[in-house]
């Protein structure tokens, strides 16, 4: 059983309304891809895998990391469909599309609340069925040989950890929120289970010219 080191995306397109214009990186998400890339290169730190999801957004954090290994493609590491859960959720129960920050992280929860309930009748899947391809993933990753980097998104890596901790909804959902862009998580077996060792590191954003790059969005 191998170690694995999630890490969430670049910063993406923070203003987009729908799920295809948020799906791309922008000038910063690329630099802080390319010092993180430049930081696990620097710190010799060894990984014999790499796996993005399919997204647009994984696959140029992959690159711009510049981490000399072949990435596979897996859609099971894809994020949840926030933007289109959320406009569901307005249709459906009259719960405003959030406009800002400060409403955004209220009403995350109320979404992923919903969502477990299966109360959203067009959620483009169930939330049982996120929960079982983010556990088939990782744990097919987790077997194979020497430690992988995984990249993903901020809601992919909270239920891996609602997973591996048992974290209730309102957990998980608070969980997403604190997620930095490009930031590292890494889950190591222990006991033949994996064990969280390492949540939202950003080293390679910690110097003071580098504090604006800490992005959430």
Do not use: C, K
Request: glycine share 6%.
């Amino acid at each position: 059983m191998s170690h694995i080191t999630l890490i969430r995306h670049g910063q993406a397109n923070s203003g987009a309304q729908d799920e295809a214009s948020y799906d791309r990186l922008s000038a910063l998400g690329h630099q802080q891809s390319a010092w993180l890339g430049t930081h696990l290169r620097e710190r010799g730190q060894h990984h014999a895998r790499l796996y993005t999801g399919t997204l647009r957004r994984h696959v140029e954090t992959a690159t711009s990391m510049d981490m000399e290994l072949e990435p596979v493609r897996d859609a099971r590491l894809n994020e949840l469909e926030y933007l289109t859960l959320a406009r569901a959720l307005e249709a459906e129960h009259g719960i405003p599309f959030p406009t800002d920050n400060a409403s955004f992280t209220t009403h995350l929860p109320l979404v992923f609340q919903y969502w477990q309930d299966d109360r959203i009748d067009g959620a483009p899947e169930r939330f049982a069925d996120f929960e079982a391809r983010v556990n088939a993933a990782l744990t097919e990753i987790a077997e194979g040989d020497g430690p992988a980097l995984v990249v993903t998104s901020g809601g992919l890596i909270s239920m891996a950890m609602r997973q591996v901790l048992r974290l209730d909804i309102t957990a998980m959902a608070q969980m997403a929120l604190a997620i930095y862009n490009t930031s590292q998580h890494r889950l190591f077996p222990i006991g033949g289970t994996l064990s969280p060792t390492m949540f939202n590191a950003i080293p390679h954003l910690e110097a003071p010219d580098r504090h604006y790059a800490q992005t959430h969005v």
